[in-house]
């Protein structure tokens, strides 16, 4: 603490300007050393007086090139055709359109903020993305499992086969994904420092649940080496430098957009 505050009695030099003068003794009477500095940085990280003050818009790194994991052979002539388990659920009254493959285990999440729920055009809409999905990959879709909220997609989605499960049944595989999705975004609010939750959060908390549980991959997939992400998606395996950088929800200091003036 004191060293944070004597780097702002002198003005904010610059971080290695400091610590260079630390470093020469320059200061008079100073007990302060360049370990103690560096040690109030790891504390408290980058001062946020700089930030807002001095620093400027970083230039972005370079798009890394995009790289495909394909499908192993044996997975893909045993699973080139799938059935697929969709469902509608509801989350802090955000209406959302989940699924779940039968093979991959690949789960999809995605969120409409309608207030009067689903309506047909946001399902068959919905249904066609998930579709596509599987299709860049040459993955063929034979049915479509869900409950009779489905129905009146039926001629949209041909020729996919709809199978509708009989009145106040489910459908199995989705119904124990979206409980296993529901209980992964409650852990997400546990762990939040929030009272309130705007649906743009909500919305976030789901998608980071689906997203983590399509990183790894599953006991009961085609594969135990290979996640559902890498499968359908092609993605490579979690990054640990890029995982740890930053959790969701975390307080973060941006750039405001706006006009650049010298003003105060």
């Given at each position: ?200 959060m909500v919305e976030g ?58 003003t105060m």
């Open positions: 603490e004191q060293a944070r505050e004597f780097y702002r009695f002198i003005g904010l030099p610059g971080w290695d300007e400091f610590l260079y003068l630390l470093s020469i003794r320059y200061f008079t009477n100073c007990s302060l050393t360049v370990e103690d500095a560096k040690n109030a940085k790891d504390i408290f990280g980058p001062d946020l007086l700089e930030l807002k003050s001095k620093s400027v818009r970083k230039t972005p790194p370079p798009i890394p090139a995009y790289r495909s994991t394909p499908i192993p052979t044996e997975i893909y002539n045993n699973h080139s055709s799938i059935n697929l388990s969709v469902d509608g659920i509801k989350v802090q009254g955000v209406p959302m359109i989940t699924s779940i493959s039968s093979q991959y285990k690949f789960r999809t999440v995605e969120a409409h903020r309608n207030r009067t729920g689903l309506s047909k055009d946001d399902i068959t809409k919905g249904i066609q993305r998930i579709i596509n999905i599987y299709h860049a990959r040459n993955i063929n879709i034979e049915q479509v499992n869900a409950d009779n909220e489905f129905e009146p997609i039926r001629d949209s989605i041909r020729p996919v086969n709809l199978n509708v499960v009989a009145a106040e049944a489910h459908v199995g595989d989705v119904e124990r994904s979206n409980r296993v999705i529901k209980e992964r975004t409650r852990a997400h609010v546990q762990r939040l420092p929030y009272r309130r939750y705007p649906k743009a908390c789901v998608i980071k649940a689906v997203k983590d549980l399509n990183s790894v991959p599953s006991r009961s997939g085609v594969s135990r080496t290979l996640s559902p992400s890498t499968l359908i998606l092609g993605k490579a395996p979690p990054d640990y430098k890029e995982v740890t950088k930053l959790n969701f929800g975390d307080y973060v200091q941006v750039h405001e957009p706006r006009k650049i003036t010298n």
